[in-house]
Structure formats: C-alpha cells, structure tokens
C-alpha cells in the first residue's frame, strides 16, 4: 500500500487558476489512497480561513462546490486539502487560485471606447445567394477596413504589487502593456452570443507596470462581431463599429487600492492592417507598422480622440474555460514549385494559420499566402472551400529585410499553402484552437484504426475553436446539432466541460422566448431575421437532433464526469425546450447527409432529399428521448414529480410513435438505416417487435453491401444497436469496411482528419467542394474507447467504470486511457490465440469490473494484470 498522497489539485478544473468565472468554484483532487474523510481550508491573501469544512467524513474528491464567506473579485486565495486514508494515514496538498471580477458593481472605473472608425461595410446575403454562388467582384482592400489601434497612458506613483487587467472588446483584440503584449490568447474575447453576453479576459500584467508613465494598447479588428461570419459570410452580424474597454486593478505597496479604465483618455489611429477577417484573411503592410506606439513616448499627436459610451452593460461575462491559444506547430512537409507560388504541404489538415520568416524581401514586396485542405488527383492546387467572403488568403506586404510574419486576426482551415511573392521564407503552420487539456489516448495494433482516431482527434482539435464548429473554414458556425452528437467521443479525448459549459450558456442566452432552441449558437441578429424570412432549410430555427443539444450535451457530461451543476445550470432551459418540442412541427434537417439519398443528384437537391424522407420520422423519435433525459436529468437533481411525469409524457411519445409509424412486424414506413438505428436506440420499439426491426436494419446494412447509409443523426448509434441487438459481427465489419461510405475508406484516401462528406474524395483522389474537417461522423470515436478497448462509464463520472474489451475486433493489441474525475483510467489488452491479457490502472474511488469471457472480475485501485481464456 503507497503512502496517502493528494495530488493534482484543481479549482473548476483548471490547475491554480489565475481567475475564475464564478464565486461558487468547486474543488477536486485525486488520491493515491482510499479516501475516508476530508477537510478543505480556503484562505483569503492575509492568510485567514473564508471556508473550513472540518474533516467531514465519507467526502468526495471531485467538485466539492466552495460554500464559505463570499468569495471577492480579483482577489488571489490559497487552499488546502487533507485527506485521510482508511488505515489511519492523513495526506495534506495545498494550491491556490484567483477570482475574476464576479459583479457588475465591479466596474467602475472603465468605459467603452470606440476608435474613430468608418464603419464596416455592410455585405448581406441569404443561403440562397451562397447556393448560387452570388458574390460581387469588389477585392477586399477596397470594402474591408483597417484595424483600429488604441492607446491610453497611465501614470503610476510607484510600481504595484499585483496587477489584473481586465479586458474585451466587441471584435476581436490583442492587448499590450508598455509595448509587451499581454498573455499568450489569441482571438479574444472569443465568440459569443454578443447581444446577450461578451467574455472578459483577465491578464497579470503586475511585471509589466513601473513607476511613471505606462501604456496600454489595444489592437482591434472585426472578428465574429462585425467581420464576415457563417456560411453566407454577411458582414457586421452583431455591430458595425468594433470597441474596447479595459480596467485595471492595482495593488499598491502602502496598502491601497486603485482601479483604473479605459476612457476619453484612449486615442486611436488605424493600424498597419489594411483589413483583418477571420474568413477573408488579412493584409499587413509591415511598412506601415507606427513604431513604439504601444509603448511610452511615442507622439500620439496625430491620433484622433476615441468615441467614450456610457454605462457598462450587464452582458459582461467572466470568461470560463480556456482561452484560444497557439497550441501547436507543424513544419512543412514538402514544397514545390508550381505556376501559381509555392505549394507547401504541412502533412495534416489544421484550423490555424502559416508563420513566414521571410528572407530578403524588398520593401513593398506582397507575399500572399492561400489556403485550401487538399489538392486535386493531379496534386495542383485545388480550393475546397469556396463561396462569398471565403478566400482564406493573408497578404503581407513587407517592410524590406528579414522578418517574421504571422496573422493575427484571422485563422483558417487548411493543410497546403501556396505562397507567392517572396524573394525566400520558411512557412511554418501554427494550430490555434481552444486550449483545452488532451486526456484521453488510443492505440491499437492497426495503423489504420489509430489513424482514424488521430483524425477525430485533429477534427475535434480543428473545431474546438472558441466554440463547437461544424467546420473550421467554410463556416465556423457553432450548429448544435454537430456537436450534439460529437459531444461524447469529444469526451474522452480532452477536458471539455469548461468549453462546452460556456457554449451551453451561449445556447441558453439564445434559447426563443417560446423555448425553442436555435440551430446554431452563437446566434446573431442577423441569424435570427434571416432565419425569419426565409423558407425551406434557411428558414429552420429549430431542428430536431440540432435543438435536442440542450438536452444530450449537458446529459453527456454528466454522464462521463458527474457534473451535477451543468445539469442545475441547463435544466429550465431542457424544461422550456421540451414543452415546446411537444407539438412543433416544422421543417428539418432529418438524418442529414444520409449517404443513399445524395446519389445521382447536384448537391443542393441532394441535400434536401434526407430532410423530406426523415423530417417527420425523427421530431417524435428525439421528443421522446429528450423527455427521457429530462426525466433521468430532474432525477439526478431530486426534482422526483417532475421526473415522474416527464417519464409518463416519454412513453406515450413512444406509444403515438409506434401508433403512428411502426407497422405490425415492426417496419418504419422509410427504408433507411438510420431511421431504424435511432427507433432502436430511443427505444421507440416494443419489445415484442424489436428483434424484427433490428433483423430489418441488418437487411439494409447488408443490402448496401454491409456499408453504412446513416447520417448525422444517426452516425453514433449504428454500431451499438447492432451490437446490443446481437449482430456483432456486423458491427465489427462496418468498423472495418474500407469501401466508401465508410470510415477506414477516408483513412485509406489519406485523411488526416474526418471529412463532412464521405465522398469528399473519390477514390482516383479526385476532391469535391467540401469540408474535410467536419467531426461530426467521427463519433465513432467514442466507440473505439467503449467497445474495443472497453471503457465503459456504469456509473456518472466513472464512480463505477465496466472494462468490457472487444478481443473479437480484429486487432492483437489494444492501449487506451481515459481522465475519469478521481484519475486516469488505463486499459491495456493483448490478444495471443486464445487467451486475452488485460493490465488495468484503475485510480482510487473508481469501483472497476472486468468483463471478459463471461466472467465479472472486480478491478483494485491501482494497476492489475489478468489473463483470460477465450472461448470460441
Ligand atoms: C451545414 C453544416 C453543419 C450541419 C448543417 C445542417 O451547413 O456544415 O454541419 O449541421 O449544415
């Protein structure tokens, strides 16, 4: 028995975070030991205890909510754990953590500031003008506008102690510090439902700041709040002015205090970006770059008073979760010359940009720098993602010398870049995503299957920008219904509840007043009227399988973490949504992109073909399922009449279903996988008849030569409803299937993430106008972590976990973790003839059984090995 031992001390899942986003955190640790009782001691600076919970027996080590004196904005706090073990041992851990500012009486001191700005131009166009292709012809140096730069001085009597500035923009901004820039984000304050509520970073700067004069900077451009955004890329969603605000909060050596903000202090002048958009791309004329102005004594003489508004609105958010960050960097892979510049490949498609050191550029030289995912059969370049305000084109315009070039305003979705107009450089590709923690891993004895699952890692990586994406280059639009059915693969890979509990609050604040839940979220102003005026898809504003995001994603995250308060925070938006869902009617997206029904038809029609044959099918199936949530989610949170009567309206959602649309032998009346997938697993079938209309799904499987036909609804239940209803090794030969539509046929074409169109390239490698970093059909990664490395969730968080691996996959080896809450969860199998060795980690306060050839094997904390014989 190791010696008790805390570790690995978190506050709302971050390690000594610098300043969290609520003033009820919660505290989690892990242990090496079987915890009996605990005592958590928070301390404010001066070292007084604000919360002591006695040793309280029988306490957990995950999300202890914080319920001591009110916690203060801005303000740093140390805690500390001690945990006693079941043989009288005792472990004590300590860290720390700040506050953000928590209350609207926070801000005193700071104004919005609008630079002086024409505003951006104001570019409309509806689904139907993208469809057609509609786009004027005018280059975007002549409609797009320059970032703004704002400065303000601050004098300072001495250096402080401790310094926050709080900051954010309506745009997207960097901020500076006496010509330093501030933190390592990028593309703050991120995207957000802006009209209802905008993200406020927090920066330690006290390094920064001396005695005398100091300057802030910031530099502002369009971002999701008035560049072109979405599919339609109409501009100026939100506004069509871009500000700032900022304070900053001082601690002073004699004890004081001093806060200080932006204000008719500021000035600004346009800044060395012609344009900046996070779809467009941007152009920096390095010539123009005003030197020093960011720092002190630069003459601002020249810059323009700055617009000052009033009143701090109440949409100002603290910022949860993790910031966008430059997480990665990939060399290019080859290069090649061709007509058109020089076509780098970076090996891996991205969401990001391309870094140039550019050597022995002339003054006024303009390097431009495109993107695009793939190349055509011929390996000449190729555009796959098209449309208005999509070019993805950065252009430099350079100040004569060696220098270093990397966009700042802008990130696009690519693996190849085709540079031109560079004397020399070396490009370098930087992935910007949302910095969540990676956790999970997988890897088999087949390069194949561990490729496919390092592509859904790179799609989730690729679409994990801010918020939930479709896609990181067409659209960038956080539709719910994609990441509605990714949200449990995404899971496993990384720390997502931060990320997607601050999404979730984006689709609360969008949420209708008659309950209904958007498409997409964050939704604009424009979203909403254009929604409003349109028929057909780009009328929808609800949508089964899209709007039930409300309702599946919290349900996930509890289920895989046991997160009881992303539960409490969405259950009265899960409550309007389903009394609302309970007699919509309208138009869907039904099992979209459903692979049979695209055949043979130009794209556009194609689309629509899958929306008319499952529309009607799937808004009962998903009503009663989110019911059956409700039901299961008001349980978990003791709301015990209000379960009991959501599980009442389920069934009979059920029973009009089966009235309604199953016949006797238990046929739906549309011969498609996927509405038989999703009628088995919501339970949509009586018993009686479930074996026959699981025999009827195999039918179809077979009938389309054992490939799948599903879409995206559907896509994550196909291989489990086969396995659950016996048919395993169908289930199994769908996971291997490399003929197209399949998922292994993408990683034979050389995918290096998952694509939105199983055909997206042919097999002679010829592309189509597509997405290749769609994740939505990677959700099958959830079932590489479940089913063939067997880690299975019994209980919420893991309090129980079932190893159940699949030794008939096909594979030799398998290696897969997961981070359950009390610590990583590790399973390694082998597979030599007959006989299946299986070495389990299991952490503390996880109860684990090994299921393995008919047998139920209790799991101990810490690391087993056990061999089973296998029968035939
Ligand atoms: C497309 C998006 C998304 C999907 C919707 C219905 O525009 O790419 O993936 O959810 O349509």
Not at 67 to 86: C, F, H, I, K, R
């Amino acid at each position: 028995m190791s010696a008790p031992e805390c570790r690995d001390l978190r506050v709302e899942y971050a390690r000594a975070p610098l300043a969290v986003a609520t003033d009820a955190p919660r505290f989690t640790w892990t242990v090496a030991h079987t915890q009996v009782a605990a005592r958590i001691v928070v301390s404010d600076a001066a070292g007084n205890a604000v919360w002591d919970t006695g040793r309280l027996a029988g306490a957990g080590t995950s999300l202890i909510p914080y319920a001591g004196e009110p916690l203060a904005s801005n303000a740093d706090y140390g805690w500390t754990v001690e945990s006693w073990s079941a043989d009288g041992g005792r472990a004590t851990a300590a860290s720390i953590f700040g506050t953000a500012l928590l209350r609207a009486s926070d801000w005193t001191a700071a104004r919005w500031v609008e630079p002086t700005q024409q505003p951006t131009a104001l570019e409309r166009w509806s689904l139907l003008d993208w469809i057609r292709g509609a786009a004027g012809d005018t280059p975007p140096e002549d409609r797009l506008r320059p970032v703004q730069l704002l400065r303000q001085t601050v004098r300072l009597d001495a250096a402080p102690l401790r310094a926050r500035l709080f900051a954010t923009a309506e745009g997207v901004y960097t901020a500076s510090v006496n010509g330093a820039e501030v933190g390592d984000e990028v593309l703050a304050p991120g995207f957000d439902s802006y009209a209802h509520r905008i993200s406020v970073q927090c920066y330690d700067v006290t390094d920064q700041l001396v005695a005398g004069e100091n300057v802030v900077g910031i530099a502002l451009a369009d971002g999701w709040w008035a560049g072109r955004i979405g599919i339609t890329g109409s501009s100026a969603q939100f506004g069509d002015r871009t500000a700032a605000l900022w304070q900053l909060h001082l601690d002073l050596a004699d004890g004081t205090s001093r806060v200080i903000g932006s204000g008719d202090a500021a000035r600004s002048a346009p800044g060395p970006w012609r344009y900046a958009d996070l779809f467009v791309g941007e152009c920096f004329d390095a010539r123009a770059v005003p030197r020093g102005w960011d720092a002190v004594g630069f003459d601002d003489a020249g810059w323009t008073p700055v617009a000052v508004r009033d009143g701090i609105p109440d949409r100002l958010v603290p910022f949860a979760g993790e910031p966008m960050r430059r997480v990665a960097e990939l060399p290019a892979v080859t290069s090649r010359e061709t007509a058109g510049g020089t076509v780098v490949d970076f090996g891996q498609v991205i969401a990001g940009r391309v870094r140039l050191r550019l050597t022995g550029a002339a003054a006024g030289d303009r390097v431009t720098i495109e993107h695009t995912e793939t190349l055509d059969a011929q390996g000449e370049w190729f555009d796959n993602i098209r449309g208005i305000n999509k070019e993805q084109t950065d252009v430099y315009v350079a100040a004569g010398g060696d220098e270093v070039y990397e966009p700042a305003f802008t990130f696009h979705g690519f693996r190849y870049a085709r540079v031109s107009g560079a004397a020399g450089f070396e490009a370098t590709a930087i992935v910007i995503a949302s910095d969540l923690e990676q956790t999970g891993t997988f890897t088999t004895s087949d390069a194949r299957l561990n490729r496919l699952h390092e592509n859904v890692v790179w799609s989730q990586r690729g679409n994990f920008v801010s918020i939930p994406t479709d896609c990181p280059q067409r659209e960038k639009v956080g539709w719910t219904g994609d990441a509605q059915v990714f949200a449990p693969a995404a899971t496993n890979n990384a720390q997502v509840v931060p990320f997607l509990s601050r999404w979730l609050a984006n689709l609360r604040a969008d949420q209708l007043p008659d309950g209904a839940v958007p498409i997409t979220s964050p939704r604009s102003p424009f979203d909403v009227e254009a929604a409003a005026s349109a028929t057909g898809l780009g009328g929808i504003e609800w949508a089964a399988g899209w709007s039930d995001a409300i309702v599946f994603v919290p349900w996930t995250l509890y289920e895989r973490t046991g997160d009881v308060r992303v539960l409490e925070e969405n259950v009265d938006a899960i409550l309007r949504w389903v009394d609302f869902q309970a007699g919509a009617t309208g138009d869907q997206f039904g099992d979209w992109l459903t692979p049979s029904t695209l055949e043979g038809l130009p794209p556009h029609e194609g689309m629509a073909v899958a929306p008319r044959l499952t529309g009607e099918l799937v808004v009962p199936m998903f009503r009663a399922q989110s019911l059956t949530l409700a039901a299961r989610i008001t349980a978990v949170l003791g709301r015990d009449d209000e379960a009991a009567d959501l599980a009442r309206r389920a069934a009979a959602a059920r029973a009009a279903f089966a009235d309604e649309h199953l016949d006797e032998a238990g046929d739906l009346p549309v011969q498609l996988q996927g509405v038989y997938v999703l009628a088995l697993a919501f339970d949509m079938v009586p018993d009686a008849v479930r074996a026959r209309t699981a025999a009827r799904l195999v039918e179809l499987v077979r009938a389309r030569g054992d490939r799948l036909d599903t879409g995206f609804l559907s896509v994550p239940y196909l291989l489990d409803v086969l396995w659950e209803s016996g048919h395993r090794d169908l289930a199994r030969t769908l996971l291997w299937q490399s003929e197209m539509p399949s998922w292994l046929y993408e990683v034979d074409a050389g995918a290096t993430t998952i694509w939105e169109s199983w055909d997206a390239v042919a097999s002679d490698g010829t592309p189509r106008p597509v997405s290749l970093n769609h994740y939505a059909f990677g959700c099958v990664d959830d079932w590489l972590y479940r089913r063939v490395a067997g880690i299975q969730a019994a209980a919420p968080g893991y309090r129980a976990a079932r190893i159940e691996p699949d030794f008939d996959a096909g594979l030799t080896h398998v290696s897969a973790s997961v981070a359950t809450p009390a610590g990583r969860l590790a399973v390694e199998w082998t597979r030599e003839g007959d006989t299946a060795t299986i070495s389990c980690t299991v952490p503390h306060g996880v109860t684990a059984t090994l299921e393995a050839a008919g047998r139920s094997i209790p799991l101990p904390a810490g690391q087993s090995t056990v061999a089973v014989a296998l029968a035939d």
